[in-house]
């Protein structure tokens, strides 16, 4: 079995900025892509990054210039730098993993989820 826990998540206040860790452990051989996505109330979860092994990155239109993602392959963790944060921001955040199992097979997991909540 494949966990994901993230942390990180939390109050900050309009323009501050926030790091977003997600570790993976249990039967890993390697992972492919991780993202972040999130979830706001009564809204539909969205990506936010997207990271590949080899280190391409996309972003949503409405984080570029403020987020980064980023990951350390040997940890099996991915990272999510949010500055300039903004209200429209707070969400529930998932990290989210393309996990090769050492059987060869792939399959995708996600995190239970972390508040991120920008007042006003």
């Known amino acids: 079995q494949v966990q994901l826990v993230e942390s990180g998540g939390g109050l900050v206040q309009a323009g501050g900025s926030l790091r977003l860790t997600c570790d993976g452990s249990g039967s890993i051989a390697g992972i492919n892509a991780m993202g972040w996505y999130r979830q706001a109330p009564g809204g539909q979860r969205e990506l936010v990054a997207r990271?590949?092994?080899?280190?391409?990155?996309n972003y949503a239109d409405s984080v570029k210039g403020r987020f980064t993602i980023s990951r350390d392959n040997a940890k099996n963790t991915v990272y999510l730098q949010m500055n300039s944060l903004k209200p429209e921001d707070t969400a529930v955040y998932y990290c989210h993993a393309d996990v090769r199992n050492p059987l060869f097979r792939n399959a995708n997991y996600w995190g239970q989820g972390t508040q991120v909540t920008v007042s006003r």
């Open positions: 990271i590949t092994r080899s280190g391409s990155t």
